[in-house]
């Protein structure tokens, strides 16, 4: 130790001035800074949702809440039945993950590994429809979910899931399922097992993580969905997340303390599932760009 | 080798009829949705814009004058001014800064996760509460953005209370999101083999270069693809114009969902909706294959060498 301390000061400096990476300093502050840029938002909004009333209009804003209102949060969330906007998400994001995960496997499971007549006219239709806007598909839905009675009740929204209605989900499986080896599928067929028992006990075991991205992505998406819970949902009863944050936004427009409170409260489970489920998140974009 | 030879004895050459029967019976679900859910609707669309109907009474024929009517509803043409010019701004700033947040994430610099994790999470979140943020965050009095500028001594605007720049603070907040963008682009980044850069450094490239000769055509699918997502998307915004500025003001951010959305769902016109609906279908349709078209002179596919 004694002797590493003792080396001439100054040749260790020229040392490693040399190895300095200049772009990689730079590369730091600028991520830094964009970091900084990317979080003041959230700082923002936390610390606005914690204030009093009257301590929310300042200029310039103070970060730091003095005092903390906690209370703004049980005030918020009991304003309106958030608990009851919570449990309908949940359950529109649990029948959605039962019927677009099954639908969607199977079909992206034919798609990668059976062969078939057809096959590459009807995939060539399934990323086809990646490309349609909701706009073309919204009226005539909405027509004939009426005409059945539906509007109002969850069954728009959960029906069209149990027949495949993402194709991007059904194109991530059979991505996934493409890079599995053939070798396995072969002798499983060779031993007798249907086609069926084959998915049953050797692919879908085996394809865990694709089936844990589609979830999260069907979570995700269900916890933004927007336009179409508010066309079919009629009744506060059966109001989403979204939905009751739209209502609480219209009522307690000019109350920015509760407000904040209330969409901080919609934000924290996707927080939440993002920073433990992240890896699942970003592996779904890495299963796009495999080869196939 | 041994087990590839016995199956090569097993493996049909022709179709099994068994597998294809169980194929079709896989995909069945989606092609009952597929018909039910998107070809059907699509082409009810059709028919259904040259109707008038309220879905109350019967429809009416109405040949093309719902086509008509849009030629002379000036918020027609407003919205499609709209989100034109948001897809023609935010689209491309999307990808340039995604990009140049992926770049520097791919420097194998250290912390990268934490980075990654910082600049992707605001692009997971529910967009309304994204939108209740926003309205606070670009408040003219009380706003964090305008907080920002009075640092610099400058007046920030009424971002969503004046006509002029209600859209630029809808594209400023729609950079918040960028870190999906920037996702798919680190796993190209990633995907470019490392004896392209060393090649590239022998050749004498240095960083620029290599940025210009490598980089740059090895992500240009990937530039290609998120330019067309990017675009659709941008024809699907609604719930941000819709909480915050409900398509104000003075029209200045009334997206072409929303004026739609006001047709169907506010006047129950649905054929003119309908008209609208397939107007854009087709408009998207044409951007799309014209992007496509000229992609042609700057999009570099590696297979494309190993033809030649």
Redesign the interface.
């Known amino acids: 130790m004694a002797a590493i301390a003792q080396r001439p000061v100054s040749n260790n400096w020229a040392a490693k001035a040399r190895e300095v990476d200049w ?2 300093v730079l ?2 502050i ?2 830094i800074a ?2 900084v840029v ?4 959230f700082v ?2 936390v610390s ?1 949702s914690l204030k009093t009333a009257g301590d ?6 103070e970060f730091i809440p003095d005092p903390v209102q906690w209370a703004n949060y049980p005030d918020a969330l009991t304003a309106m039945p958030f608990d009851v906007f919570f449990f309908n998400t949940i359950f529109l994001a649990l029948g959605r993950i039962i019927g677009l995960t ?3 496997s ?2 992206g ?3 990668a590994k ?4 057809g ?1 590459n006219t ?1 995939f060539f ?2 990323l086809l ?1 990646l ?14 979910f ?1 005409k059945l009675g539906w509007v109002g009740s969850f069954a728009p929204l959960l029906v ?1 899931g ?4 993402n194709a991007f989900f ?1 194109f991530l499986f059979r991505q996934f399922f493409m890079t599995m080896g053939q ?1 396995l599928i ?2 499983a ?2 031993d007798g097992c ?3 028992g084959l ?1 049953r006990r050797i692919i879908a075991p085996n394809a865990k993580p694709v089936f844990a991205v589609v979830a999260i992505y069907i979570i ?1 998406n269900n ?2 969905s ?2 179409l819970p508010m ?1 079919y949902l009629t009744d506060r009863s059966k109001y989403t ?2 939905l009751g ?2 209502l609480f ?1 219209e009522q307690y427009y000019s109350q ?1 303390h509760l ?2 409170a ?3 409260f ?2 924290i489970p ?2 939440i599932l ?2 433990f489920m ?1 890896r699942y ?2 592996q779904g ?2 299963f ?2 495999s080869k196939g | 080798m041994g ?2 030879f ?2 090569n004895i ?2 049909p050459k022709r ?2 009829f ?3 029967l ?3 019976i ?2 069945s ?6 018909i ?3 070809g ?3 082409l ?2 059709l028919v ?1 814009s040259f109707t008038n109907w309220d ?1 109350v009474n019967p429809p009416q024929w109405a040949g093309l004058s719902n086509y008509e009517t849009m030629l002379s509803d000036p918020l027609f043409f407003q919205s499609l001014k709209v989100t034109t010019l948001y897809a023609l701004v935010a689209v491309p700033l999307q990808i340039v800064v995604g990009l140049f ?1 992926a770049l ?2 791919n ?1 194998k ?2 912390l990268i996760g934490l ?8 692009a ?6 994204v939108a ?6 670009l408040s003219r ?2 706003g ?1 953005i305008n ?2 500028l ?1 640092l610099f001594g400058v007046y920030g605007p009424g971002w969503l209370s004046e006509p002029e720049w209600a859209l630029p603070a809808l594209i400023l907040m729609s950079l ?1 999101g960028v ?1 999906a963008g920037m ?2 682009y680190l ?2 980044l990633q ?1 470019i083999p490392t004896d392209f850069y060393e090649a590239a450094k022998v050749d004498g490239a240095g ?1 620029w270069a290599s940025f210009r000769y490598v980089t740059l055509p090895m992500i240009s699918p990937v530039i290609l693809f998120q330019l ?1 997502v990017g675009l ?1 998307a941008a ?2 915004v ?2 941000q114009p819709f ?1 915050m500025t409900e398509g104000g003001p003075q029209n200045s951010t009334l997206f ?2 929303l004026h ?2 006001r047709n ?2 506010e006047f129950f016109r ?1 054929g003119y ?2 008209a ?3 107007v ?2 087709m408009y ?1 349709a044409v951007l ?1 294959l014209l992007i496509f078209r000229f992609s042609a002179a700057w999009v570099f596919y590696e297979g494309e060498i190993k033809n030649e």
């Open positions: 772009v990689k590369a730091h600028v991520l964009g970091s990317f979080l003041m938002p923002y909004v606005t929310v209009y300042t200029f310039p804003p099954l639908s969607c199977l079909a499971f034919a798609f059976l062969r078939w007549k096959r009807l239709i399934v429809t490309m349609i806007p909701v706009e073309v598909t919204l009226i005539p839905r909405y027509i004939l009426s069209p149990f027949f495949a209605e059904v070798d072969d002798a067929r060779i249907s086609f069926i998915f995700q916890w933004n927007f336009l066309i997340l979204a944050l739209r936004n920015t407000l904040m209330a969409s901080v919609v934000v996707i927080v993002f920073f992240q998140f970003i974009v890495v796009t760009g | 087990a590839s016995v199956i097993f493996k179709l099994s068994w597998e294809s169980n194929a079709w896989f995909v679900p989606w092609i009952l949705g597929f039910l859910f998107t059907g609707p699509i009810a669309s259904i879905i947040i520097l994430l420097t610099i250290r980075y990654r994790t910082l600049f992707y999470l605001p997971v979140l529910p967009i309304v509460s209740v943020m926003w309205r606070w965050i009095d009380w964090l907080w920002f009075s918040w870190g996702l798919i796993a190209g995907g960083r067309v659709i024809f699907q609604f719930a909480i072409y969902l739609l959305f169907a769902f649905m909706a309908s609208l609906s397939w854009l279908f998207i799309t």
